[in-house]
């Protein structure tokens, strides 16, 4: 039973204790100009009338004096869009002192709820009037003390509000969210069509001379008449290792390589170093 407020960005939400006609009506008079520069105001006053005043006749003289402060919505030069909220139902098993269930039962409640229809000094300065009992009929099991619910409730009440919000001002809904267009970022010089082609041709050369070393390798046995197949490479280094021999191999054992020799010193040289 305080004050709250809240700021996020550039949005302001302020919850105000006034649970009384009378307090809305000091509130208003004393915070005109930051009501009149809201954009959405919802105000409601029930049950604490009903509980501490039991007085109808005060209470629908405090609605009309809201009313009177209240600017008329023809009125171009104000923007704040006025709702009020009625209570939810009440739950009269759930109530837990007699002083509640004597002047604050259902039954009284409802016949507040209708002077907020029948004080058209009011009804003619508000958006709507946001009708809960729609919501919280039939989950009397949800209500704890026999007035407050639980949040799924109060979630469908603010949707109900929500609603009405867009109803007064369809526009403000329909408008598309502006985007911001993104500049891409300028390309650097590897994306220059040339640089793409030149690796093309390398690829294309390793491929072709089945040599990953750009034909290097294949350019300079060519230069010196060499010629290396598999055998002739690997042939001499199965020997040494011991390593059995396919037929294939054994048929060529006999047949000396063209460059068989040259390995063989190859590998004599490296066992040495």
């Known amino acids: 039973h305080s004050d709250?407020?809240?700021?996020?960005?550039?949005?302001?939400?302020?919850?105000?204790?006034?649970?009384?006609?009378?307090?809305?009506t000091n509130y208003l008079k004393?915070?005109?100009?930051?009501f009149i520069h809201s954009n959405v105001v919802v105000i409601g006053a029930n049950l604490w009338d009903a509980l501490y005043d039991s007085n109808i006749d005060t209470y629908r003289e405090n609605l009309?004096?809201?009313?009177?402060?209240?600017?008329?919505?023809?009125?171009?030069?104000?923007?704040?869009?006025?709702?009020?909220?009625?209570?939810?139902?009440?739950?009269?098993?759930?109530?837990t002192t007699s002083s509640k269930l004597n002047n604050m039962n259902?039954?009284?409640v409802n016949i507040y709820r209708d002077?907020?229809?029948?004080?058209?000094?009011?009804?003619?300065?508000?958006?709507a009037i946001i009708n809960p009992t729609t919501v919280s009929r039939g989950?009397?099991?949800?209500?704890?003390?026999?007035?407050?619910?639980?949040?799924?409730?109060?979630?469908?009440?603010?949707?109900?509000?929500?609603?009405s919000i867009a109803l007064q001002s369809p526009n403000?809904?329909?408008?598309?969210?502006?985007?911001?267009?993104?500049?891409?970022?300028?390309?650097g010089v590897?994306?220059?069509?040339?640089?793409?082609?030149?690796?093309?041709?390398i690829s294309a050369v390793m491929l072709v001379t089945f040599d990953a070393f750009l034909g290097i390798g294949f350019i300079s046995l060519v230069l010196f008449c060499r010629s290396f197949d598999w055998e002739s490479v690997y042939l001499p280094l199965h020997r040494k290792l011991g390593i059995e021999i396919t037929v294939h191999e054994e048929s060529a054992k006999d047949e000396p390589y063209e460059n068989e020799n040259l390995i063989e010193e190859i590998f004599r040289t490296a066992s040495k170093e």
């Open 30 to 34: 004393s915070n005109y100009d930051t």
């Open 190 to 201: 590897m994306s220059l069509p040339i640089y793409g082609m030149i690796v093309l041709i």
């Open 139 to 163: 989950k009397e099991s949800n209500s704890v003390d026999g007035v407050h619910y639980d949040d799924e409730i109060y979630e469908v009440i603010v949707q109900m509000i929500s609603n």
């Open 115 to 127: 002077l907020v229809y029948n004080a058209t000094t009011l009804t003619n300065k508000l958006t």
């Open 4 to 24: 709250l407020h809240y700021h996020y960005s550039n949005i302001s939400v302020a919850f105000i204790w006034a649970p009384m006609t009378s307090n809305i």
């Open 64 to 95: 009309n004096s809201i009313g009177k402060i209240l600017p008329n919505r023809n009125d171009v030069a104000t923007k704040p869009t006025v709702i009020w909220l009625q209570p939810t139902s009440i739950v009269n098993d759930r109530l």
């Open 106 to 108: 259902e039954q009284i």
């Open 172 to 187: 403000y809904y329909l408008q598309k969210p502006k985007i911001k267009k993104s500049k891409p970022r300028p390309t």
